[in-house]
């Protein structure tokens, strides 16, 4: 997403700071022992991983945090040039007993952060009711305690992926729009009548460059078949399963067989052609809403075509991770900070003013809220969709790995090459190996 600093890293290096991040300690940290003083003076480190409009935002916040609150201190940066960075930096900090109060993350790290025994478990703060802690979506409360064991922070931003269509392809084809009690038969029949060879207009599109991008479209595909992506201990490759072959073989049937699926070796060229009315459908997230508005799209959304009445999506939750510095009146404040910045007030300033979903339901009624749908239409139905994340992607060490080896399979199935049964046994071989640290 824009949302946040741009660059990427390689998954190897990604995976090679994982394994330092990792190789600090295990367990979360209980934090300190000694009593927080919530009048004395402290400063405290937040890394915002954002940059521009976004870094001036948050910057505003922790001013206004300030002012309610003399005796604290936040000094604010994007604490990176990319979002990749952070954990490289934040793995050299827990090194050198030099690192932030706050942090972003991305979630997929969380399971990392938890077992480095440098994060808070603030597991009793949450608990409080005045936090409204079941305001969070399933996914976003999962991601912020990944064995269940700990809360290492609270969620800092939330999405999912929604079916977006093209009234304009939709129309010329004669086609009537998608509702949500849409299952992927009446997805599949109606991709095949939208797509027109002789215009080059495609009925869905899906990327088949092998990346997470690949990966994630297919969860919702593998949950709603009663599929899961790991066994119950987590420490092994679940997906190559009947519910799985059947998953792939979905995708397969449309991609090859009616040939009615763009298939997209970048991860960008898709939103483009759909944006121009040469796509009638693509699974996305709220990141694409102001692309297509600015583009004057003619569009809808709705939740994602279902399997038997289930209609799960896949929804990927960043976090604001909490390191414990050993300062018994810094955790408290970073605490205090987090309760205060993630509260329905101070999200609609900050999440809701920039475009992103909100993080609390209790927001989705608010006069800021409804001026944003009127702005971007659709967001309301996205936010809604958020009730049916109700499982988190893997934040296990090895998910790098474990993407990659699907993701690759699932591209060449999609191509024509090979077996459902064939590739996702392939690629279970391969992503044990990377659970396996091997």
Not at 14 to 40: M, R
Not at 103 to 126: P, R
Not at 223 to 248: C, M, R, Y
Request: one cysteine or more; aromatic letters at 8%.
């Amino acid at each position: 997403m824009s949302r946040r600093i741009p660059g990427a890293l390689s998954a190897a290096a990604v995976a090679l700071s994982l394994i330092t991040l990792t190789a600090c300690t295990s367990g979360p940290s209980t934090g300190t022992s000694a009593t927080a003083d919530p009048d004395a003076a402290v400063t405290l480190t937040w890394w915002t991983g954002q940059s521009d409009a976004a870094e001036k935002l948050l910057e505003g916040l922790a001013g206004e945090f300030m002012k309610l609150h003399p005796n604290v201190t936040i000094n604010t940066s994007p604490g990176a040039s990319s979002t990749e960075e952070l954990l490289q930096k934040l793995s050299a900090g827990f090194a050198s007993g030099t690192y932030p109060n706050i942090s972003y993350a991305f979630g997929s790290w969380a399971s990392e952060l938890e077992s480095s025994g440098k994060m808070q478990d603030i597991t009793d703060q949450v608990s409080d009711p005045s936090v409204g802690w079941d305001e969070f979506s399933e996914a976003a409360r999962a991601t912020v305690r990944p064995t269940g064991q700990a809360t290492i922070g609270f969620p800092a931003l939330v999405d999912n992926l929604s079916l977006i269509y093209n009234k304009t392809v939709f129309d010329k084809a004669g086609v009537a729009y998608p509702i949500d009690q849409w299952t992927w038969d009446d997805f599949r029949a109606a991709a095949k009548q939208l797509t027109n060879a002789g215009t080059q207009t495609y009925g869905y599109a899906y990327s088949v460059s092998g990346s997470e991008e690949t990966t994630w479209q297919f969860w919702p595909h593998l949950w709603q078949n009663g599929g899961a992506i790991l066994t119950d201990d987590q420490k092994k490759s679940a997906f190559a399963s009947p519910e799985g072959e059947q998953a792939l073989e979905f995708l397969r049937a449309m991609a090859v067989d009616d040939k009615s699926v763009y298939l997209d070796q970048t991860d960008t060229k898709f939103a483009q052609l759909f944006a121009a009315d040469r796509i009638g459908m693509i699974t996305s997230g709220p990141w694409q809403l102001s692309d297509l508005a600015t583009a004057k799209t003619r569009y809808g959304v709705t939740i994602l075509p279902g399997t038997n009445g289930d209609h799960q999506t896949v929804s990927g939750p960043d976090i604001w991770a909490l390191p414990d510095t050993g300062d018994a009146n810094q955790n408290h404040w970073s605490v205090e900070f987090l309760k205060w910045l993630t509260a329905p007030e101070q999200d609609l300033r900050w999440n809701v003013a920039y475009g992103n979903l909100p993080l609390r339901t209790s927001e989705l009624d608010t006069p800021e809220f409804k001026a944003q749908v009127k702005a971007l239409p659709g967001l309301d139905v996205m936010a809604e969709n958020s009730a049916n994340a109700k499982q988190a992607r893997p934040t296990v060490q090895g998910y790098v790995g474990l993407s990659e080896a699907i993701g690759s399979s699932i591209s060449q199935v999609l191509q024509g090459k090979g077996t459902p049964a064939d590739a996702l046994t392939q690629a279970a071989a391969k992503a044990d190996e990377a659970l396996a640290g091997e």
